[in-house]
């Protein structure tokens, strides 16, 4: 069973910055995609960011020019940097990665929170 092990995240006041890791317990590149999401409170889940084996990037729009997302195929790691930090982007996230075979995996989730 895969496992993705997620760390990075914590609390931070708004304007700051965080980043977030993703380590399967595979080499990264068993995967076609690899990305973030993220729950707020009361909310449903949602996608943040995700990143393909070849390295093609998409973001949601709230995030665009905020958030980062790469992959450092050395470390089998994938990486979420977030700046300038919005009260908004409070949640649980949750790495989430796509096997080859079309199997999908989630990480535990680590809570980020972002104070005013």
């Known amino acids: 069973q895969v496992q993705l092990v997620e760390s990075g995240g914590g609390l931070v006041q708004a304007g700051g910055s965080l980043r977030l890791s993703c380590a399967p317990s595979?080499?990264?590149?068993?995967?076609?995609?690899m990305g973030w999401y993220r729950q707020a409170s009361g909310k449903q889940r949602e996608l943040v960011a995700r990143?393909?084996?070849?390295?093609?990037?998409n973001y949601a729009d709230s995030v665009k020019g905020r958030f980062t997302i790469s992959r450092d195929n050395a470390k089998s790691t994938v990486y979420l940097q977030m700046n300038s930090m919005k009260p908004e982007d409070t949640g649980v996230y949750y790495c989430?990665?796509?096997?080859?075979?079309?199997?999908?995996?989630w990480g535990q989730g680590t809570q980020v929170t972002v104070s005013s």
């Open positions: 990143i393909t084996r070849v390295g093609t990037t």
């Open positions: 989430n990665a796509i096997s080859r075979r079309g199997n999908e995996y």
């Open positions: 595979e080499s990264i590149f068993n995967f076609n995609s």
